[in-house]
């Protein structure tokens, strides 16, 4: 069974940082692309930032520069360190996990940025 748990979320002030955590298990995580999405409330589900198995990383433009991903293959644990948030980064946010047609999500952590 296939399970992607996200930790880490929480509520912070503007200009604050989070680390999440998305722990894997029921797959062989070192072979997989692994991704973080939002939702913000009312909008569409937005990809975030990804990371492939071989370590490229890619972000949205909006957390280019204070948003890094970063994956532990030994641990099957995929990271995002969030520094100088925002209000607009509110939002749940979800791990997934890529590989051909094998396409996996956590069940999402709340992100909260409000002073």
């Known amino acids: 069974q296939v399970q992607l748990v996200e930790s880490g979320g929480g509520l912070v002030q503007p200009g604050g940082s989070l680390r999440l955590s998305c722990a894997a298990s029921?797959?062989?995580?070192?072979?997989?692309?692994m991704a973080w999405y939002r939702q913000a409330p009312g909008k569409q589900r937005e990809l975030v930032a990804t990371i492939t198995k071989g370590g490229r990383t890619n972000y949205v433009d909006s957390v280019k520069g204070r948003f890094t991903i970063s994956r532990d293959n030994a641990k099957n644990t995929v990271y995002l360190q969030m520094n100088s948030l925002k209000p607009e980064d509110t939002a749940v946010y979800y791990c997934n996990a890529l590989r051909g047609t094998l396409n996996f999500w956590g069940q999402g952590t709340q992100v909260t940025v409000s002073s």
């Open positions: 029921g797959i062989t995580f070192s072979t997989y692309d």
